[in-house]
């Protein structure tokens, strides 16, 4: 037998096909691809610059925990999250982040078919308009999660929170909104007011889940509801509800939602 | 599984293959021969499926051209031991999160089977499997790949591959502008 042939050189990885490196890239996510992978060389960083798959789904993820990733401040995760949205070229789907002042505007410009939106911490001195003109703009959103850091002001805009997004966003399946609460904004309980949710929402055909927190709920918001939401099937209120005053008719009504939490308490005299 | 490149020997396993139409018979780059269970070519890859067929199977070898002996020994390898793996239910990642998509984890044996491979056999195999178009195969090697980038700064990774440091003084502030955070230090 004759012997075998001298080894070859070491394989190249930076000439590895790019659509392996894509493959790769895809399973290290892009937390991973931008802290060490895309960085290593010229070809691997083009396939990061040019794939916009790799940033569909841009987000803070609690279960991200490289300490590289975990030592930064908010602030600087935030400038990750913008990076990764602009290499989406438009095409980012889900993005999972805060949003201060203003970054919600240039971000509906950036992902105009996000289908899944979840802002973690939303401070905006402006009041709701903003925020709802820009929801307007995502037609295709079907999951839509808020987390407002202030109270909505409602000096100079009359229209509910809920009712306007409803408005804006007629496809959404599920919606999570969790207003400002006293704790966080360390002010005396009694003295806070919840968001009030009391009056009529437009017929929210798809809507399936809808999770209310730190808000005051009356039977007549309650009522809306569950008439504009033919197919709810999870809901989720905490904040203020008396649940005695409910009546026979609604309580029927209630029984259609499979999972009902009114994680309540009537609200202090 | 290498039968022999001996051309009696080959000759030899030729009256084999066609007496037993279950295999087929691949040749390497470099001229050796190598037999494989034809189900299991065909179910994972394309690109033998395409050729089973289209008849375009020679029972003297179906040159493989592309692919070098050692490669298509673990390609091969791996069919076979597919062939008689008992399929378990498709396992997700485990790891879901919110930015990756969930993708199949391999199984134990496929682990194994990647693990003892050299850098140089790996990227032959990748190489190779992508060529053949064999998808759970590139799930098996891709995975094992991003397992050997994950947690580690470009200079370990540079390290552990083999790459050179490519960039210019100039590329590389462009990075550190763009990558401001991934920079951040306390």
């Known amino acids: 037998m004759a012997p075998p042939p001298p080894a070859p050189a070491a ?3 930076a000439a590895l096909p790019s659509d392996i490196v894509l493959d790769v890239f895809l399973r290290l996510g892009p937390h991973e691809v931008m802290l060490g992978a895309e960085q290593a060389c010229k070809p691997w960083r083009h396939v990061a610059l040019e794939e916009p798959m790799l940033w569909r789904r841009v987000g803070l993820d609690e279960d991200y925990t490289d300490k590289r990733w975990i030592r930064c ?3 600087v995760k935030q400038q990750m999250l913008r990076v990764a949205v602009d290499r989406a070229k438009g095409q980012c789907e889900a993005f999972k982040g805060n949003c201060y002042d203003g970054y919600l505007p240039h971000l509906v410009r950036r992902a105009p078919i996000l289908r899944s939106l979840n802002i973690q911490h939303y401070s905006d001195y402006e009041n709701g308009k903003r925020l709802v003109k820009a929801l307007k703009k995502l037609t295709l959103l079907e999951d839509l999660e808020i987390y407002f850091k202030y109270s909505i002001d409602y000096e100079d805009w009359d229209k509910s929170m809920l009712q306007s997004i409803c408005k804006a966003c007629p496809r959404l399946k599920k919606l999570v909104l969790m207003y400002a609460s006293a704790t966080e ?11 009030p949710v009391d009056g009529p929402i437009p017929v929210m055909r798809n809507l399936h889940t809808l999770k209310l927190y730190e808000c005051e709920l009356s039977c007549k918001g309650l009522n809306a509801i569950i008439d504009g939401c033919p197919r709810l099937e999870t809901l989720l209120i905490d904040g203020y509800f008396n649940k005695r005053k409910m009546d026979e008719n609604l309580k029927l009504k209630c029984a259609r939602v499979k999972n009902l939490t009114l994680d309540t308490m009537k609200k202090p005299p | 599984m290498e039968v022999d490149k001996g051309k009696g020997e080959a000759e030899e396993t030729r009256k084999v293959a066609e007496a037993d139409r279950d295999t087929v018979t691949l040749k390497s780059s470099d001229g050796k021969l190598f037999e494989v269970s034809k189900e299991a070519a065909a179910r994972l890859s394309t690109v033998l499926a395409g050729m089973i067929a289209g008849g375009s199977i020679d029972d003297n070898g179906t040159d493989l051209k592309q692919i070098g002996s050692e490669a298509l020994e673990n390609v091969v390898d791996y069919c ?5 793996s008992i399929p378990s239910a498709a396992l997700i990642s485990s790891s879901i999160s919110f930015n990756t998509a969930p993708f199949k984890e391999p199984e134990e044996w496929e682990r194994k089977f990647v693990d003892r491979l050299s850098h140089d056999a790996l990227f032959d195999l990748v190489e ?7 998808e759970r195969l590139l799930d098996v090697t891709c995975h094992k790949i991003s397992e050997m980038m994950k947690g580690k700064s470009p200079d370990q990774i540079r390290e552990v591959f083999n790459i050179k440091n490519d960039y210019t003084k100039e590329e590389l502030e462009e990075i550190r502008q763009e990558l401001a955070w991934a ?3 306390d």
Do not use: V
């Open chain 1, 11 to 13: 394989r190249d990885w």
């Open chain 1, 73 to 75: 401040p908010c602030s």
């Open chain 1, 185 to 195: 904004l360390e002010c005396d309980e009694d003295e806070f007011d919840k968001e």
């Open chain 2, 80 to 84: 076979n031991k597919h062939a008689n």
């Open chain 2, 128 to 134: 190779a499997a992508n060529f053949l178009g064999m």
């Open chain 2, 183 to 185: 920079f951040y230090d």
